[in-house]
């Protein structure tokens, strides 16, 4: 079955009596929007291109965090840089002809991220386990500062699992 890519407009995130809105709670912190429930999530979040590295066949990206990924004021949200080194250790699997999905993912925070920065991610296959594939990456700066590593384990999907998804796709 098709599932559409449109966004539904009227999703009901309300909560029963009894809670108030965190944002109010805080609002005295004054911490700015939030990467996940700011008003205007969008692309001012992340933007991002991968490459694959000629030499050895790694996954290279560039990747800028914008405003909206804010976490630490000022600084890219732990998640959004997370989300980045998830897709680039998934990325550089299926790159390599490993359609893989998800198990494990383990991030380490090393420095903040500066909102505006344009950073280089790296990711590649560290060693590989019949269908067990352990992959690690990393974000750096320019300078070649880390501001976070990560390493994980995904599953290469069998073709039974992979043919299901792609019947998802539209
Ligand atoms: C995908 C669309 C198709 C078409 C696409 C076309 C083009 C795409 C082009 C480019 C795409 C480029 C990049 C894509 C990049 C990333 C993809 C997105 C990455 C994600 O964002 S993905 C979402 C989050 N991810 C999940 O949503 C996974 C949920 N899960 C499952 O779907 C199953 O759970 C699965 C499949 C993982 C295993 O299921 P299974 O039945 O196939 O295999 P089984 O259970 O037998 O596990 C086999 C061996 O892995 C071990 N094992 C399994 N799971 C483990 C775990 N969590 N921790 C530790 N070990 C684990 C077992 O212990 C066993 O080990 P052993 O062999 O030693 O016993």
Do not use: N
């Amino acid at each position: 079955m098709a599932v559409t890519s449109s966004l539904p407009q009227d999703i009901d995130l309300s909560i029963g009596p009894g809670h108030r809105p965190a944002d109010e709670h805080l609002a005295h912190l004054k911490l700015g929007r939030s990467f996940l429930a700011g008003p205007h999530a969008g692309e001012d979040i992340i933007r991002l291109r991968w490459y694959v590295r000629e030499s050895d066949g790694a996954l290279v990206g560039r990747v800028w965090f914008g405003p909206g990924a804010q976490g630490p004021p000022g600084h890219a949200h732990g998640g959004s840089m997370a989300a980045v080194l998830d897709e680039a250790l998934g990325s550089s699997c299926w790159v390599a002809g490993h359609p893989v999905v998800a198990a494990e993912l383990t991030t380490s925070f090393r420095a903040m991220l500066p909102l505006g920065t344009v950073a280089t991610v790296e990711a590649w296959i560290e060693k590989a386990d019949g269908r067990k594939l352990y992959p690690k990456g990393h974000i750096l700066a320019d300078d070649g500062t880390v501001y976070a590593e990560a390493s994980g384990l995904f599953i290469e999907m069998t073709s039974e699992a992979f043919d299901a998804l792609a019947d998802r796709l539209e």
